[in-house]
């Protein structure tokens, strides 16, 4: 991004076209799918489960059902709150505050993704010398 003022780095945020905010809609994987894919963050998809890890809701578990890309949240399946007429309506989860613990992976071309940013990061971390890394 060009400038370091606040004001317009959240304006280029806001008004950043849909098919770009994909990359704003990351996620850490749990420690265990980190080290069966050797990445670290990937962007989270409808079926995924996810953990959360701040607010009220600290620790719970569950299938993310809908991703709004426009909003940059998650709603989460059977995380949810009554309206005053007693309709249950999704709670909505800023996606930087949950972690991934089982990746969807039916499909194919995300898998790919994945194995494209694990040799990139390979590669990466293969040219920096030992006291880099650390």
Not at 4 to 20: A, E, G, I, M, T
Not at 39 to 61: A, C, F, H, N, P
Not at 102 to 129: C, N, P, Q, V, W
């Amino acid at each position: 991004m060009i400038s370091s003022k606040p004001s317009k780095q959240r304006k280029l945020v806001y008004n950043l076209p849909n098919h770009l905010r994909y990359k704003l809609l990351t996620a850490r994987l749990s420690e265990d799918l980190e080290k069966q894919y050797g990445i670290k963050r990937i962007s989270i998809r409808k079926g995924d489960s996810v953990k959360l890890m701040r607010g009220s809701q600290v620790g719970y578990e569950g299938k993310v059902v809908e991703v709004d890309r426009k909003r940059g949240r998650v709603a989460i399946e059977g995380l949810t709150k009554k309206k005053a007429d007693g309709t249950p309506v999704y709670v909505w989860v800023h996606a930087s505050k949950v972690i991934i613990t089982k990746l969807d992976t039916g499909d194919k071309e995300r898998m790919d993704a994945i194995e494209r940013k694990r040799k990139m990061r390979e590669e990466y971390f293969s040219k920096k010398s030992p006291k880099e890394v650390s």
